[in-house]
């Protein structure tokens, strides 16, 4: 099966911007969607679809796509935003679903 | 509201067998494609198992397939996830998930609060 990759560990400065990537064979054929996990929670999806928001999810989340590399870039960091995020893909077979190994983020 | 909640998790020894439930409420269950996806601790999220939603037909991770079965009564609003032959590095927290699809797109919305699974002799 497909494998996508992420950094492990990206730091943000309060209010300052940062993006988040996710490169796979996969994201050739398939929009990544993005989720949103905190420490003993559910993921939560932020990112779906290129660049859509789900209800409730604040703007500065926003999502591109160029050939094998998705990104999730949060404008304007606040403190809540610290957390884990994942990609996730379907890969290119489409018979099965692959999530990037995740990104903590740490919010300065 | 939209609405997943999992049942059925617990401690379990290896190489024995225990079934996940998740039921569904606040829409057409029968309309969507489902998710298990789990999360060993301190780990990342692996996705598990998918199942159409007539349940026709399912796909499933290298890691559980001949092992796991997931199944769904749409009767029922239920989700089912039947594992076999349970190995260590099955312990988890096992979540459903919503499948959504447009195009060239497929997303995971919304997750259950997750059930732990925890293989130990």
Same mark, same amino acid.
């Given at each position: 099966?497909?494998?996508?990759?992420?950094?492990?560990?990206?730091?943000?400065?309060?209010?300052?911007?940062?993006?988040?990537?996710?490169?796979?064979?996969?994201?050739?054929?398939?929009?990544?969607?993005?989720?949103?996990?905190?420490?003993?929670?559910?993921?939560?999806?932020?990112?779906?679809?290129?660049?859509?928001?789900?209800?409730?999810?604040?703007?500065?989340?926003?999502?591109?796509?160029?050939?094998?590399?998705?990104?999730?870039?949060?404008?304007?960091?606040?403190?809540?935003?610290?957390?884990?995020?994942?990609?996730?893909?379907?890969?290119?077979?489409?018979?099965?679903?692959?999530?990037?190994?995740?990104?903590?983020?740490?919010?300065? | 509201?939209?609405?997943?909640?999992?049942?059925?998790?617990?401690?379990?020894?290896?190489?024995?067998?225990?079934?996940?439930?998740?039921?569904?409420?606040?829409?057409?269950?029968?309309?969507?494609?489902?998710?298990?996806?789990?999360?060993?601790?301190?780990?990342?999220?692996?996705?598990?198992?998918?199942? *159409?939603? !007539?349940?026709?037909? +399912?796909?499933?991770?290298? &890691? /559980?397939?001949?092992?796991?079965?997931?199944?769904?009564?749409?009767?029922?609003?239920?989700?089912?996830?039947?594992?076999?032959?349970?190995?260590?590095?099955?312990?988890?927290?096992?979540?459903?998930?919503?499948?959504?699809?447009?195009?060239?797109?497929? *997303?995971? !919305?919304?997750?259950? +609060?997750?059930?732990?699974? &925890? /293989?130990?002799?």
């Amino acid at each position: 099966s497909s494998e996508v990759t992420q950094d492990p560990a990206v730091s943000v400065a309060l209010g300052q911007t940062v993006r988040i990537t996710c490169q796979g064979d996969s994201l050739g054929g398939y929009f990544a969607s993005w989720y949103q996990q905190k420490p003993g929670q559910a993921p939560v999806l932020v990112i779906y679809d290129q660049n859509n928001r789900p209800s409730g999810i604040p703007d500065r989340f926003s999502g591109s796509n160029s050939g094998y590399t998705a990104s999730l870039t949060i404008t304007g960091a606040q403190a809540d935003d610290e957390a884990d995020y994942y990609c996730n893909s379907r890969d290119s077979s489409g018979n099965q679903w692959v999530f990037g190994g995740g990104t903590k983020l740490t919010v300065l | 509201q939209v609405q997943l909640v999992e049942s059925g998790g617990g401690v379990v020894q290896p190489g024995r067998s225990l079934r996940l439930s998740c039921a569904a409420s606040g829409f057409i269950f029968s309309h969507y494609g489902m998710h298990w996806v789990r999360q060993a601790p301190g780990k990342g999220l692996e996705w598990v198992s998918y199942i *159409w939603k !007539d349940g026709s037909n +399912q796909y499933y991770a290298d &890691s /559980v397939k001949g092992r796991f079965t997931m199944s769904r009564d749409n009767s029922k609003n239920t989700l089912f996830l039947q594992m076999n032959s349970l190995r260590d590095d099955d312990t988890a927290v096992y979540y459903c998930a919503r499948d959504r699809q447009q195009s060239d797109a497929n *997303w995971f !919305d919304p997750w259950g +609060q997750g059930t732990l699974v &925890s /293989v130990s002799s």
